[in-house]
């Protein structure tokens, strides 16, 4: 059996009575019925049919107790019927978009395990043994990857190849530990109710990436497998938009990770801001035959108010995201917040406050002294920066406490 560019077989395969193919069938998963092949469908008239015709032989040829589900997404060109007749059952999803698709696809599959793949004739609906024996052998995300198996002349944009697929991919293994290769394959296998338990939400491109992060957090047994990709049959230009859609992955691997979206930039910030701030309170500093004085002062009261005010964010976005359920509840995070009561943080806000307010209160009755008429610009800049930086950070703390414990209120 070999597949054409358009996903079309140059012979029909046979079907047996173990597979489920009966477009009429509805209702909840069936017992006994193994795997759902799930195919998004969106105006795929061209490819759809080879497609499942493809995924029909797979099963029959390895008795496979299955099925194959198109989520069409509002198909115009005719898709449903093609699809039906070449023997799949189609679920019209109303709610546009890629992840959303899916996602109406996992809830109408009857399989205990899915494998869902493009229908644009990209991917081997004949060879999906692998993935297959993967979820038999106890995984519950099985994921392809193209960079191992295979990338045929054609099939994949250079802007795709060498810089979005690799960087988003480094990048989702920087943030969460994920021990993915390759972030976008649309081919991947998975545990029927495992992912339905991670509340998928996105309903665009970026659901590929939200189906991976959240399995990695969620600690869900992930494995890996080598897969070509095949140039699309269509004759028509793709759903995806490279930079729209790549921006859209990025934005939510960003929003996923308040560490790395606030805290270590915060960190990094509030630590050199402190080093420089203790450093040119006591005088001037030079450094490679350059002198560094009050305005590098003032820069670095600057990138202590910004990296507390980041790091504030880095807990309220991740308390939020626990009590939403976007995020997994964090022991870590909780053994940190144990001790950080209201009080504790008032009282901290207030001695940074008092700090601040007193250094103020000192230099204006430096400038009493002097009938307030001019100063040393420098002397004050010494001593005010700091005083300024202390009364903000307070103030900061002080509304940031309160917010924390409003995000703690029980609620049902």
Known sequence: ?????????????????????????????TEGCELTILMPCLNEAETLPGCVRLARDFLARHGIAGEILVADNGSTDGSQALAEEAGARVVAVGAKGYGAALSGG???????????????????????????????????????????GGIKPGAMPPLHRYLGNPVLSFIG????????????CGLRGFDRDAIRKLDLRTTGMEFASEMIVKATLAKLRISEVPT????????????????????????????????WLFL??????????????VALTLGPVRIFGTTFDVNSQLLSGTAIILGVQSGIFSILARQFSIASGLLPPSRRLAALLRPLTLERLLILAGLL?????????????????????????????????PSATALSVGTQLGFAAFFKSILALPHR
């Open 1 to 29: 059996m070999t597949k054409s560019r358009g996903g079309s077989l140059h012979a029909n395969p046979v079907m047996t009575d173990s597979v489920m193919t009966d477009s009429t069938m509805t209702g909840p998963r």
């Open 106 to 148: 996992i809830d109408a599959a009857r399989g205990r395990s899915i494998i869902m793949a493009d229908s644009d004739g990209s991917y081997d609906f004949s060879n999906l043994m692998p993935f297959l024996d993967a979820l038999r052998g106890g995984s519950q995300l099985v994921m392809g990857n193209r960079f191992k």
């Open 173 to 184: 293994r920087l943030f969460f530990r994920s021990p993915i290769g390759d972030f976008h």
């Open 228 to 259: 070509v990709l095949f140039p699309d049959g269509r004759s028509r230009a793709p759903h995806l938009r490279s930079w729209r859609d790549g921006w859209r992955h990025l934005r939510f691997l960003l929003m996923f990770s308040p560490n």
């Open 264 to 277: 270590y930039p915060g960190l990094g910030l509030a630590g050199a801001g402190f080093l420089a701030m």
């Open 353 to 385: 406050f008092l700090a601040g307010l007193t250094g103020i209160a000192a230099g204006i009755s430096i400038w009493k002294e002097a009938h307030f008429g001019d100063l040393e610009v420098r002397q004050m800049m010494r001593l005010l920066v």
